[in-house]
């Protein structure tokens, strides 16, 4: 099937369905300058081992070392913008179609791109918790500061280490989220898996759910998947510019 193909075949599958969930992966942000995690060569766990600079073990053991490596990426991730993949998802919740989002991103571009209903299930960046006396703390004017010197962020109540509030390896999921993305699952009758390697559970079971419910699936990623062979559409190419010229079509 070409592109051209694929990208009408979506949008028609689209066009006929009425609850639509997107499940999202880093894939989408890389085009807003991201790196993703699990590319062969460039991925950020092609480097390290993720078990040593991003388990909730190590970093109560020595948050220095996810600190250390978190540092050189830092500035991209805050100051990244959402791209055209991001608004068009915007658009098709404006349709009524699009009844939400499930990510595993923690980059918070989903909201500043306006998306509304928005489960992150693997936390975010917005917030962080003192490991100390576990005080919840804005973290805006505690990141830029450690952009520029990139000292481990302390509690300004007690001295102790501040923790991004994303899930590490090791840690649950937000139960609340987790059960709210279960539930709309459930009621879906399409799934477009957009830039998610579907890699990591208990995220990367959730499509499955749904396709066992009877609900349609549309993948638009770079890599191959573990659900490939069960989707009704494959997209293989520059997310932020595909995805944007399904939504057109949908409008149409």
Sequence with gaps: MTTNQAIQDAAEIIISSKYI????GAGISTPSGIPDFRSPHSGLWDQVDPLEVASIYAFRQNPRIFYDWIHPL???????????????????ERQGKLRAIITQ?????HSKAGSQ???????????VTCIQCYRVQDSSAIFEKFVEDGRTPTCRHCGGVLK???????EQLPM?????????IKNA?????????LE?????????????????????NHQPTFLDSRADVIVRGDIAELLPQIVVLTTV
């Design 21 to 24: 969930v997107a499940m999202t």
């Design 200 to 220: 990591v559970a208990p995220a990367s079971d959730l499509p499955e759910v749904a396709l066992e419910n009877g609900a349609k699936l549309i993948i638009i």
């Design 117 to 127: 209903t928005l489960f992150e299930l693997h936390g975010h960046l917005r917030d």
């Design 105 to 109: 991103n923690i980059d918070d571009l």
């Design 176 to 184: 609340q989220e987790f059960v709210s993305a279960q539930l709309a």
């Design 74 to 92: 830092s500035r991209s991730v805050l100051e990244a913008k959402p791209n055209p993949a991001h608004y068009a998802l915007v658009e098709l």
């Design 189 to 197: 009758d399409l799934i477009i898996v957009v830039g998610s390697s």
């Design 164 to 170: 991004p509030n994303v899930i590490f390896f090791g």
